[in-house]
């Protein structure tokens, strides 16, 4: 089943963006200092990737970049908050593979001060030699990104237009190779994980790890995804439909409404806006295993993971393993809400 699934995956053109499987650690040291003993916490370091600063989006890169280049595009426009990760790797993708890119970055998070507006991801994608089309408030960037590829197909240019957060069927395949890397670390280190948890955005990363597990013969309830964008009922549809549009890109069976679990209890105010819990979360991995979550998802869906475990969520002895899906630049952009 697993070869054949193998199979399935690599009848798709890819660019090569990862080098290697990302790395599972086990967190003894937050375990000692918040008391956890009913649970065994591991990380998966998806922001341990060896280019552009790593993240969840290089895997969803690695599949869109590679029907753009098959398809002879030159020119990559895709769309995102003004600080979005997905922005800065598809800049840095688009620059190690010799295309164009065009950032398309909407003002959707209430926040207006220099390091916001300056500093983190827009630093970033602006150094990688990307074209920033930064938009006042209220104008939608799908639009936008509709309008210009239209232009840059009348300069002659063969455009390639990348959804919000990668988050289209082909896309989400990137992460059905992610829950390979997790079932081989169980074989290899004899052990089962009972929950894999992560954050939820444009729900791609939640629906390609779902679609991974069911064609690999796993249920995909094993994931429980924190929403910090979309209300919960929003997330799970979303997730639902990328999923089983990801499936049928592979011919496999679909997923049933019951087998998406998306916790919507920790998003706080909205996106991009931290929680109290979301940067005590920050403080208490950073201070302990020197590792850095950032304030728009990780940390949000660390801090939902820390409260159930408190809660008593999950059976006692059970693996949880917490998919860290990288962010890192986005801790630049937030120096105001630290209190130093
Ligand atoms: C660091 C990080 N984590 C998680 C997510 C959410 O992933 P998805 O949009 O696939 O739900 C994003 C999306 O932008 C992200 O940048």
Same mark, same amino acid.
């Given at each position: 089943?697993?070869?054949?699934?193998k199979?399935?995956?690599?009848?798709?053109?890819k660019?090569?963006?990862?080098?290697? =499987?990302?790395p599972?650690?086990? #967190?003894? $040291? +937050? /375990?000692?200092? %918040? &008391?956890?003993?009913?649970?065994?916490?591991?990380?998966?370091?998806d922001?341990?990737?060896?280019? =552009?600063?790593g993240?969840?989006? #290089?895997? $969803? +890169? /690695?599949f869109l %970049? &590679?029907?753009?280049?098959?398809q002879?595009?030159?020119?990559i426009?895709?769309?995102?908050g003004l600080?979005s990760n997905?922005?800065?790797l598809?800049?840095?993708?688009?620059?190690?593979?010799?295309?164009?890119?065009?950032l398309?970055?909407?003002?959707?998070?209430p926040?207006?001060?220099a390091e916001?507006?300056?500093?983190?991801?827009v630093?970033?994608d602006?150094?990688y030699?990307a074209?920033?089309?930064?938009l006042?408030?209220?104008?939608?960037?799908?639009?936008f990104?509709?309008?210009?590829?239209?232009l840059?197909?009348?300069?002659?240019?063969?455009?390639?237009?990348?959804?919000m957060g990668g988050s289209s069927?082909?896309?989400?395949?990137g992460?059905a190779k992610?829950?390979?890397?997790?079932?081989?670390y169980?074989?290899?280190?004899?052990?089962?994980f009972?929950?894999?948890?992560?954050?939820n955005g444009?729900?791609?990363?939640?629906?390609?790890l779902?679609?991974?597990?069911?064609?690999?013969g796993?249920?995909p309830?094993?994931?429980r995804?924190?929403?910090?964008?979309?209300?919960?009922?929003?997330a799970?549809?979303?997730?639902l439909?990328?999923?089983?549009?990801?499936l049928?890109?592979v011919g496999?069976?679909?997923?049933?409404p019951n087998q998406i679990?998306?916790?919507?209890?920790?998003?706080?105010e909205?996106?991009?806006?931290?929680?109290a819990?979301a940067l005590e979360?920050?403080?208490?991995?950073a201070?302990t295993?020197?590792?850095?979550?950032?304030p728009?998802?990780?940390?949000k869906?660390f801090a939902?993971m820390?409260?159930?475990?408190?809660?008593?969520?999950?059976v006692e002895?059970?693996n949880?393993l917490?998919?860290?899906?990288?962010?890192?630049?986005?801790?630049?952009a937030y120096?105001?809400a630290?209190?130093f």
């Amino acid at each position: 089943m697993r070869d054949a699934q193998k199979d399935i995956l690599d009848a798709f053109d890819k660019v090569t963006l990862i080098e290697s =499987a990302t790395p599972i650690q086990r #967190l003894q $040291k +937050l /375990e000692l200092r %918040l &008391g956890i003993k009913r649970v065994n916490l591991y990380i998966k370091r998806d922001d341990h990737m060896a280019f =552009a600063g790593g993240g969840n989006k #290089l895997r $969803k +890169l /690695e599949f869109l %970049l &590679g029907e753009a280049i098959a398809q002879g595009c030159d020119t990559i426009v895709t769309t995102g908050g003004l600080q979005s990760n997905h922005a800065r790797l598809t800049a840095a993708a688009s620059a190690r593979l010799g295309l164009d890119c065009e950032l398309v970055l909407g003002r959707v998070v209430p926040r207006h001060d220099a390091e916001y507006e300056n500093n983190g991801n827009v630093l970033l994608d602006q150094i990688y030699g990307a074209k920033l089309h930064v938009l006042p408030q209220g104008e939608k960037a799908a639009k936008f990104a509709a309008n210009r590829i239209q232009l840059l197909i009348e300069e002659g240019k063969r455009p390639y237009l990348i959804p919000m957060g990668g988050s289209s069927p082909l896309g989400a395949l990137g992460y059905a190779k992610c829950s390979d890397e997790i079932m081989q670390y169980e074989r290899d280190n004899d052990i089962r994980f009972e929950k894999v948890l992560l954050p939820n955005g444009s729900s791609g990363t939640h629906a390609g790890l779902a679609a991974g597990f069911v064609t690999r013969g796993r249920s995909p309830t094993i994931i429980r995804s924190y929403s910090v964008l979309g209300e919960q009922e929003q997330a799970v549809q979303q997730t639902l439909k990328l999923a089983n549009d990801a499936l049928a890109l592979v011919g496999s069976s679909e997923i049933a409404p019951n087998q998406i679990d998306v916790d919507g209890n920790h998003r706080g105010e909205g996106y991009g806006i931290p929680t109290a819990e979301a940067l005590e979360a920050i403080a208490s991995l950073a201070k302990t295993e020197g590792i850095l979550l950032d304030p728009v998802y990780s940390a949000k869906a660390f801090a939902g993971m820390l409260h159930d475990i408190a809660a008593g969520d999950f059976v006692e002895g059970a693996n949880l393993l917490f998919l860290f899906t990288g962010g890192g630049p986005g801790v630049y952009a937030y120096r105001s809400a630290f209190a130093f």
